[in-house]
Nanobody, 120 residues
Framework: VQLAESGGGLVQAGSSLRLSCAAS????????MAWFRQAPGKKREFVAA????????AYADSVKGRFAISRDNAKSSVYLQMNSLKAEDTATYYC??????????????WGQGTQVTIST
């Protein structure tokens, strides 16, 4: 499966963005999906995950209540709606397939990333 993120950009604090991740080249249905992010000089960190039925989701404490993960299996896509953005949300956001665990070692399929920059 190949993953391609889109939707990043430069926005002001308090704004919203919706990231998309499109999967191709494999079977999307059945895969749990997740979003991670990595800020300059920092380790890649878990943001959110969703199981293949979309019945179970998980979030990092830092984004709980502001971000929402969703998926559309018919479109082989997963989304991350980000609201009330803060400067500390600035990072490259990566889509990953295969798990709902918050560890990067649980995933072996990653997108190339999309940059999100929040101005204050």
């Amino acid at each position: 499966v190949q993953l391609a993120e889109s939707g990043g950009g430069l926005v002001q604090a308090g704004s919203s963005l919706r990231l998309s991740c499109a999967a191709s080249g494999g079977i999307f249905r059945g895969y749990a999906m997740a979003w991670f992010r990595q800020a300059p000089g920092k380790k890649r960190e878990f943001v959110a995950a969703i199981d293949w039925t979309a019945e179970e989701t998980a979030y990092a404490d830092s984004v709980k209540g502001r971000f929402a993960i969703s998926r559309d299996n018919a479109k082989s896509s997963v989304y991350l709606q980000m609201n009330s953005l803060k400067a500390e949300d600035t990072a490259t956001y990566y889509c990953a397939a295969g798990s709902t665990l918050p560890s990067i070692y649980a995933y072996n399929c990653w997108g190339q990333g999309t940059q999100v920059t929040i101005s204050t």
